[in-house]
């Protein structure tokens, strides 16, 4: 896939992605995605246990964000098939950091509060190192995250070296998930073996991430 490396390129494919696969509103501007190869914004953001948990406790180490809406077909698709938790622990077992983040704001879809956000982690028998609870959308934000899932990866010095899609099938679909190349664990195998990741942005696809004022 070309990698997009100037926001306008992000903005317009995410533009053709809300016509393709349904997310119906994206960011206003002030939302705009980070650059790849730019340091990843700070953020101090209280977890489901009720930690608060912010960017510089990660410091030296690989760090997923992945932001998530246990209510999207598009989430449902990787966590119902199992997909997402072998990631999630294929990459714990490597000792890269992995964060779920929701930003949908109270009584949107995907909301949820503390104790929902531990019991949802159970049921799916996730292993995030933690589910960060961005109910305001601070952190969404200033990510520029637009869909669930949306996958940001950083590197040990803060850098962001990866965001997008989690793979190259835009489908609900259980069944598009044979075959798929999958851009996350791509880029943590180039991360690991010390080579420049060589996808670096990708269009995301999923459902609106609902922060206040979007549907």
Known sequence: MTKLTKRSALIAAAVLAA????????LSGDAAAVETGQ??????????SGATRTLSEFA???LV????????????KHYDAGNMQALQRAAAEDGVVWLQIISSRPGAQG???AAGARARVATDNAAPAATLL?????????YGARVSPHMFIINPQ???????AIDDRPSARPASLEGATNYVSAALADLAAGRAV??????????????????
């Open 134 to 142: 961005d109910a305001d959308g601070v952190m969404g934000r200033a």
């Open 111 to 113: 909301y949820l509060d």
């Open 158 to 164: 803060g850098v962001i070296v990866y965001q997008g």
């Open 65 to 76: 964000l992945e932001w998530t809406n246990h209510g999207c077909p598009y989430v449902r």
């Open 39 to 48: 340091r990843a914004p700070a953020f101090s953001v209280r977890d489901a």
């Open 19 to 26: 016509g393709v696969f349904g997310a119906s509103t994206l």
């Open 60 to 62: 030296g180490r690989t």
């Open 198 to 215: 060589q996808t670096t942005d990708t269009t995301p696809y999923g459902c609106t991430v609902k922060y206040e004022g979007v549907d």
